[in-house]
Nanobody, 126 residues
Framework: QVQLVESGGGLVPAGGSLRLSCAAS????????MGWFRQAPGKEREFVAA????????YYADFVKGRFTISRDNAKNTVFLQMNSLKPEDTAVYYC???????????????????WGQGTQVTVSS
């Protein structure tokens, strides 16, 4: 079993930045692709970004390209999401997810991920 705990959310004005962290425990996730998703009130959960197990490849939703950066520190079993130039429409609960298939491809589909965190709230004021 893998437990994922997100942190780093909060309230930030438009144009500001936040850095989310996702700490994994229970098992190493160093061989798993990892992803970030978000869900705004009244909307479905949507893909934000994903990273290959090695960190050598990343994949972003079009609406965050150039603003968000996903990274990982396998030695610390942690994944990060650096969010810059935040917009009010980025307001959502952000979830970290692990795809528990070692060395598998990076994917953007939520049902391909096996473990999920509880989420962290990000609110961007206008």
């Amino acid at each position: 079993q893998v437990q994922l705990v997100e942190s780093g959310g909060g309230l930030v004005p438009a144009g500001g930045s936040l850095r989310l962290s996702c700490a994994a425990s229970g098992r190493t996730v160093s061989t798993y692709p990892m992803g970030w998703f978000r869900q705004a009130p009244g909307k479905e959960r949507e893909f934000v970004a994903a990273i290959k197990w090695s960190g050598g490849s990343t994949y972003y939703a079009d609406f965050v390209k150039g603003r968000f950066t996903i990274s990982r520190d396998n030695a610390k079993n942690t994944v990060f999401l650096q969010m810059n130039s935040l917009k009010p429409e980025d307001t959502a609960v952000y979830y970290c997810a692990a795809r528990a298939r070692s060395y598998s491809s990076v994917v953007a589909t939520a049902n391909e991920y096996d473990y999920w965190g509880q989420g962290t709230q990000v609110t961007v004021s206008s």
